[in-house]
């Protein structure tokens, strides 16, 4: 090798030598590197209870890591570890960076002792105990429990109390079957008459009286004797009552008795029992007997007979009508029916088989009325009636309050008095139209409570739109009308308006279907019902308007409207739900505010003649204009707060609704 080979060898040599020297640097600094990153992460694995440490195992169940001792140490970021030991349930647990570098304890489950009993005996009546508490009923017992001492308790009814002290390991299988002892008992039996053969479950055990052995368990016992019933029973020997008495008093065999009855469909009684079979009936023999037949409107019979044991026997009963007399009057004199057909007019004197007889007595009119009677041959009886007029009766029968189909409440009103419409013409707002006028109220009838809702209204026309508490607006006097029949048709009432192509053409005045109040009738329930005296206001005399009594034109219509209340706020700038105001003495709502209102009659100026006396005014005219009553949530001046207040009108508006009325009778 020449000189310069040898320098060029030379210099490879030590290019190789540097080249490992970085090697092994590299290879110590990463060792260094790692041992430190390793120590920063070593995990030590605490396992608890103390005497599952000793057989446990802990293995790396997921990621990069190693155990030295104790200790795991990871690369990876969320190793996960697999922990067992026998007797034990095993556990893996995932570790996170929080772990690192820390005490993790793992805690091993002890697994339980598992017992499969049984017993020598297969119905479901054991019941199982363990440390005293009872767990089951059942013919067989599975169940896991802690390892440890226990006591099993086996109890049944029929057999004795037995107890198995057992000690458990950890996952042991307990298996056994306990042998149960009946319970030994006895059975005395005393019959009247002695003598009588005793059967235990069909095994002839001899003849009473007799105490007998039995085991624990369910007995069927028979006890029978020559012309006497079979008595059968079912007996129990318990732990609870292993000891039982039985005393048998034997009846002797019955007897027959056929029976034949006229008429068909009477009560045959047997010693004062009503007997069901009517063609054969059994009675016990040797003793003395009654049998009475008996039906409404027959003299009722009755025998007596005793009969030997399986002796038969035939009797007939043939019943004789009974007839009474009845006499029946009434005031004043009235057609007769008797269970629905005539037999004249009162007074009357009738013979009428004992039965119970429906009769009616009838008059134009007047209430029919009902009386029920049965006739006796031993009295005569007697039916005296006072007929009331069918007005008087459904006056009577009409309840105080009551609820229309469409929901709105009513009151019933019983006015009898004379009372003035209008007002003078020194009354203060007074207006030319406001004629005085006499007139006198005595036809009962109903009045809405509230003014008509939205909510009633679009039951009817559907296509009604506004707030379902508040009171219908902008519906003309033909609308209202219409309301008012259908609501009748509703009820099955006769309607008040007959209306064609939206036109009135005549007005019923003999129907009680429903209607809008008179102006009488408006006026009166504003002004005098309820109180002693007839005011202006529906609130009073005062001209001082009480807080929260009506919706009228407050302080907030201020510039909105002509005419206004100053210093008064109801709460409400336009319309308010009905009844949130308070109670007039009429017992009604808003008849002084809220909305103007519709009434049933035409609007006329013509005066009234003067000095007569209207009595139960009912418009009868057919005019396109009526009046309408009562001062809205617009109404600001003391003409339009007036009750007196009347105006004429053909349409609708945004201030005025209606209220529903009915009379309680029509004209009969």
């Known amino acids: 090798m020449n000189q310069f080979n040898q320098q060029l060898q030379a210099a490879k040599h030590k290019q190789r030598l540097f080249y490992l020297g970085v090697f092994v640097t590299f290879l110590i600094s990463a060792f260094i590197v790692m041992s430190v990153i390793l120590a920063s992460r070593g995990t030590r694995i605490e396992i608890s209870p103390e005497d599952a440490v000793p057989i446990s195992t802990v293995k790396v169940h997921q990621g990069i890591a190693i155990f030295m001792g104790e200790t795991l140490y990871s690369i990876s970021p969320t190793p996960a570890i697999f922990v067992s030991a026998d007797?034990?349930?095993?556990?893996?647990?995932?570790?996170?960076?929080?772990?690192?570098?820390?005490?993790?304890?793992?805690?091993?489950?002890?697994?339980?002792?598992?017992?499969?009993?049984?017993?020598?005996?297969?119905?479901?009546?054991?019941?199982?105990?363990?440390?005293?508490?009872?767990?089951?009923?059942?013919?067989?017992?599975?169940?896991?429990?802690?390892?440890?001492?226990?006591?099993?308790?086996?109890?049944?009814?029929?057999?004795?109390?037995?107890?198995?002290?057992?000690?458990?390991?950890?996952?042991?299988?307990?298996?056994?079957?306990?042998?149960?002892?009946?319970?030994?008992?006895?059975?005395?039996?005393?019959?009247?008459?002695?003598?009588?053969?005793?059967?235990?479950?069909?095994?002839?055990?001899?003849?009473?009286?007799?105490?007998?052995?039995?085991?624990?368990?369910?007995?069927?016992?028979?006890?029978?004797?020559?012309?006497?019933?079979?008595?059968?029973?079912t007996i129990e020997i318990s732990l609870t009552k292993p000891d039982t008495n039985r005393n048998y008093r034997l009846e002797l065999k019955k007897a027959a008795v056929q029976v034949s009855l006229q008429p068909k469909g009477g009560t045959l009684t047997l010693d004062g029992i009503t007997a069901n079979?009517?063609?054969?009936?059994?009675?016990?023999?040797?003793?003395?007997?009654?049998?009475?037949?008996?039906?409404?409107?027959?003299?009722?019979?009755?025998?007596?007979?005793?009969?030997?044991?399986?002796?038969?026997?035939?009797?007939?009963?043939?019943?004789?009508?009974?007839?009474?007399?009845?006499?029946?009057?009434?005031?004043?004199?009235?057609?007769?029916?008797?269970?629905?057909?005539?037999?004249?007019?009162?007074?009357?004197?009738?013979?009428?088989?004992?039965?119970?007889?429906?009769?009616?007595?009838?008059?134009?009119?007047?209430?029919?009325?009902?009386?029920?009677?049965?006739?006796?041959?031993?009295?005569?009886?007697?039916?005296?009636?006072?007929?009331?007029?069918?007005?008087?009766?459904?006056?009577?029968?009409?309840?105080?309050?009551?609820?229309?189909?469409?929901?709105?409440?009513?009151?019933?009103?019983k006015p009898n008095e004379q009372f003035t419409m209008g007002a003078k013409r020194s009354e203060l707002g007074q207006r030319a139209n406001e004629f005085i006028k006499k007139v006198k109220?005595?036809?009962?009838?109903?009045?809405?409570?509230?003014?008509?809702?939205?909510?009633?209204?679009?039951?009817?026309?559907?296509?009604?739109?506004?707030?379902?508490?508040?009171?219908?607006?902008?519906?003309?006097?033909?609308?209202?009308?219409?309301?008012?029949?259908?609501?009748?048709?509703?009820?099955?009432?006769?309607?008040?308006?007959?209306?064609?192509n939206n036109r009135l053409q005549r007005i019923n005045s003999n129907s009680n279907g429903y209607r809008l109040l008179t102006e009488g009738e408006w006026e009166w329930l504003a002004?005098?019902?309820?109180?002693?005296?007839?005011?202006?206001?529906?609130?009073?005399?005062?001209?001082?308007?009480?807080?929260?009594?009506?919706?009228?034109?407050?302080?907030?219509?201020?510039?909105?409207?002509?005419?206004?209340?100053?210093?008064?706020?109801?709460?409400?700038?336009q319309t308010a739900p009905v009844g949130s105001f308070s109670q007039e003495k009429s017992g009604l709502y808003d008849q002084g505010g809220n909305v103007s209102e519709w009434t049933h009659d035409s609007y006329s100026i013509v005066p009234p003649k003067s000095g007569k006396v209207f009595q139960n005014p009912f418009d009868l005219s057919v005019n396109n204009s009526h009046v309408v009553k009562g001062a809205n949530w617009r109404s600001g001046s003391i003409t339009e707060l007036r009750p007196s207040y009347r105006e004429g009108l053909t349409a609708g508006r945004d201030d005025l609704g209606f209220r529903v009325s009915r009379y309680v009778y029509g004209e009969i």
């Open 277 to 413: 079979n009517t063609d054969k009936l059994a009675v016990k023999s040797s003793t003395k007997h009654q049998l009475t037949y008996a039906k409404p409107g027959y003299f009722s019979q009755s025998k007596t007979f005793k009969l030997a044991a399986d002796e038969s026997l035939k009797l007939t009963f043939n019943l004789e009508k009974e007839m009474g007399k009845v006499d029946i009057e009434s005031s004043p004199a009235a057609q007769v029916k008797i269970d629905g057909k005539n037999v004249g007019t009162t007074p009357l004197q009738l013979s009428l088989q004992a039965i119970n007889h429906t009769v009616t007595l009838s008059k134009q009119g007047y209430r029919s009325v009902s009386k029920h009677v049965t006739p006796s041959s031993s009295s005569n009886k007697k039916i005296s009636v006072s007929l009331i007029p069918e007005k008087q009766a459904q006056l009577q029968e009409s309840p105080q309050y009551y609820k229309h189909k469409a929901g709105g409440r009513l009151k019933l009103y």
């Open 87 to 233: 007797g034990f349930k095993p556990v893996t647990q995932q570790l996170n960076s929080k772990d690192f570098g820390k005490i993790l304890s793992v805690t091993l489950q002890p697994l339980p002792a598992r017992l499969e009993l049984t017993t020598n005996i297969s119905d479901d009546k054991t019941s199982w105990h363990i440390d005293g508490e009872k767990l089951a009923i059942a013919a067989s017992f599975n169940y896991e429990l802690d390892a440890g001492d226990h006591e099993i308790t086996v109890l049944h009814p029929y057999y004795q109390t037995t107890s198995l002290p057992v000690s458990l390991s950890r996952g042991e299988l307990f298996k056994n079957e306990i042998e149960l002892t009946p319970v030994d008992g006895s059975l005395t039996i005393n019959t009247a008459p002695n003598t009588a053969h005793i059967f235990i479950n069909a095994i002839d055990m001899g003849t009473s009286p007799q105490t007998l052995s039995l085991q624990g368990g369910s007995h069927e016992v028979s006890v029978s004797l020559d012309n006497y019933e079979t008595i059968n029973d």
């Open 527 to 573: 002004r005098k019902s309820g109180k002693a005296q007839q005011t202006v206001f529906v609130w009073g005399n005062d001209r001082v308007i009480p807080k929260q009594a009506i919706n009228i034109a407050d302080e907030s219509a201020r510039g909105k409207v002509k005419n206004f209340v100053p210093k008064y706020t109801d709460g409400y700038s």
């Open 441 to 500: 109220l005595n036809k009962a009838f109903y009045a809405g409570i509230n003014e008509v809702t939205y909510a009633e209204y679009k039951q009817f026309d559907p296509s009604k739109q506004g707030d379902a508490k508040k009171p219908v607006t902008s519906v003309s006097w033909i609308e209202a009308a219409l309301f008012c029949n259908w609501l009748s048709q509703q009820e099955g009432l006769p309607p008040v308006y007959q209306i064609t």
